[in-house]
């Protein structure tokens, strides 16, 4: 069934604003919507799985802040804690026991993490992290993967270069090459790679960081033995092992990836559903890792808002819903009723289209590969039928992130209706993307 384009009138006007005031119109370069059809859109209000633009169209939101709105947007707990927090006051720069109170939540219900520090994003999670691991262990080098993302920090701007085991080329203006030159960037999933690294730089590599649900580039789901292979050499080398789990964290189970893999990595970061919508990240690991922080040890990290009360009283009404019994399963079993008819369906018609899936998480790819574990898996022509799929959703009132690489979410808020209407939106736009192929 054919449908109409959305009016657009009040966000292409803000935008045109936009672009007066900031580069490319946004404050994030994914929002100007490059890779999709249209204007991005107006926000003006978000409640639990809808969101509605400018302009007034309504939307059932797969994008959920890029992952922290795990509970829904505008959720009753969180705002209603948030609002009580900020009659006290906004920021004292001291330390409030509500820091206190986030971290006992996460602390005695994580058994990968002994001691915690809040940051204000995922960037500064991982930017701190990889700090830590340098100064822990005295040496320069980090290894990161091709197809996983750690935040805008330098050191891990850089992508491969040509060959198996390469310093990373810088990936944005502005990266320094001696910076580059101390990232070693491989591919996903080849243990040959790894091994060869290690021979090359032995007693270099003072960190490998991955995301052990790479989810910002595709959806690259690792095998639990590979992660497993990554510890392992870690160990044998004195290097340690960052989990990345700015996404993972609290999405894949309380306990994140490290949880469902049950793999223990020497350190931990999170970001997004930690702050409840609000700016927080953190990074965490065992008592003797973190008191080489700042001021008990010599590695440097602070933050004149880090911890700051009305992102803890959101990071702790988010935190607490988590931990009630069934959470994680509930919305497993939603995910996975979700994406197995969406799968079905593409079956039957025999569309090259899968839908990889992990938690509550998923991953809409043009593809008929049964497994896609590495950047290179992803044909970039398969974005194509995605910017028709983004741009049919949209007219049917679906929010998808505006980038076929960018993976979706369900949050608590998405009742079984939703899901409903989402699935026969989702079918009429897929007859329509191969239609005409
Ligand atoms: C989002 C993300 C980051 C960066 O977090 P920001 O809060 O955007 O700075 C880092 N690592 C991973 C895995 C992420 O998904």
């Known amino acids: 069934m054919q449908v109409n384009d959305i009016s657009r009138e009040k966000s292409a006007e803000l935008y045109e604003k936009a672009k007066t005031y900031f580069p490319g119109g946004v404050n994030s370069p994914v929002r100007a919507f490059k890779s999709v059809y249209g204007t991005p859109l107006f926000i003006e209000k978000g409640d639990g799985s809808h969101i509605w633009d400018a302009d007034g169209n309504e939307f059932i939101d797969f994008c959920c802040s890029w992952g922290p709105l795990i509970l829904g947007h505008n959720n009753a707990a969180v705002r209603e804690k948030v609002t009580e927090v900020m009659q006290k006051g906004m920021s004292f720069g001291a330390p409030t026991a509500l820091e206190n109170e986030l971290a006992e939540l996460i602390l005695s219900n994580n058994s990968f993490i002994e001691k915690i520090r809040f940051v204000s994003s995922g960037t500064e999670a991982v930017m701190s992290a990889i700090r830590l691991a340098r100064g822990y262990t005295k040496r320069d080098k980090i290894l990161k993967f091709e197809g996983c993302y750690h935040g805008h920090s330098d050191s891990l701007l850089v992508k491969a270069g040509s060959g198996l085991v390469t310093f990373g080329e810088t990936s944005s203006a502005g990266v320094p090459k001696s910076f580059a030159d101390e990232t070693i960037v491989v591919a996903l999933n080849d243990k040959r790679a790894i091994q060869e690294a290690f021979e090359k730089f032995e007693g270099q590599i003072a960190a490998v960081i991955i995301e052990p649900v790479p989810a910002n580039n595709g959806l690259l789901l690792q095998t639990k033995g590979y992660l497993q292979y990554l510890r392992d050499v870690c160990t044998d080398n004195g290097t340690m092992l960052i989990f990345d789990e700015v996404i993972s964290g609290f999405r894949v189970g309380f306990e994140g990836a490290a949880g469902y893999y049950d793999i223990q990595p020497d350190i931990i970061t999170y970001g997004?559903?930690?702050?409840?919508?609000?700016?927080?990240?953190?990074?965490?690991?065992?008592?003797?890792?973190?008191?080489?922080?700042?001021?008990?040890?010599?590695?440097?990290?602070?933050?004149?808002?880090?911890?700051?009360?009305?992102?803890?009283?959101?990071?702790?009404?988010?935190?607490?819903?988590?931990?009630?019994?069934?959470?994680?399963?509930?919305?497993?079993?939603?995910?996975?009723?979700?994406?197995?008819?969406?799968?079905?369906?593409?079956?039957?018609?025999?569309?090259?289209?899968?839908?990889?899936?992990?938690?509550?998480?998923?991953?809409?790819?043009?593809?008929?590969?049964?497994?896609?574990?590495?950047?290179?898996?992803?044909?970039?022509?398969?974005?194509?039928?995605?910017?028709?799929?983004?741009?049919?959703?949209?007219?049917?009132?679906?929010?998808?992130?505006?980038?076929?690489?960018?993976?979706?979410?369900?949050?608590?808020?998405?009742?079984?209706?939703?899901?409903?209407?989402?699935?026969?939106?989702?079918?009429?736009?897929?007859?329509?993307?191969?239609?005409?192929?």
């Open 272 to 437: 997004k559903i930690i702050g409840g919508g609000l700016p927080v990240g953190a990074y965490g690991a065992s008592a003797e890792i973190m008191d080489h922080i700042s001021p008990v040890g010599s590695v440097y990290q602070a933050g004149t808002l880090s911890g700051n009360p009305v992102a803890m009283a959101a990071g702790i009404a988010q935190i607490t819903e988590l931990l009630k019994p069934g959470f994680y399963n509930d919305l497993k079993l939603k995910t996975e009723g979700f994406v197995k008819a969406i799968q079905d369906f593409a079956e039957q018609r025999n569309y090259n289209f899968k839908v990889f899936t992990i938690g509550s998480i998923f991953w809409f790819a043009f593809t008929n590969e049964e497994r896609i574990a590495t950047a290179d898996d992803i044909d970039p022509e398969s974005m194509i039928k995605f910017k028709t799929m983004h741009r049919e959703l949209i007219n049917r009132g679906i929010y998808l992130g505006p980038s076929g690489y960018e993976v979706g979410f369900i949050s608590a808020a998405h009742t079984a209706n939703d899901l409903e209407i989402t699935k026969t939106a989702i079918f009429d736009s897929l007859d329509i993307v191969f239609s005409n192929n």
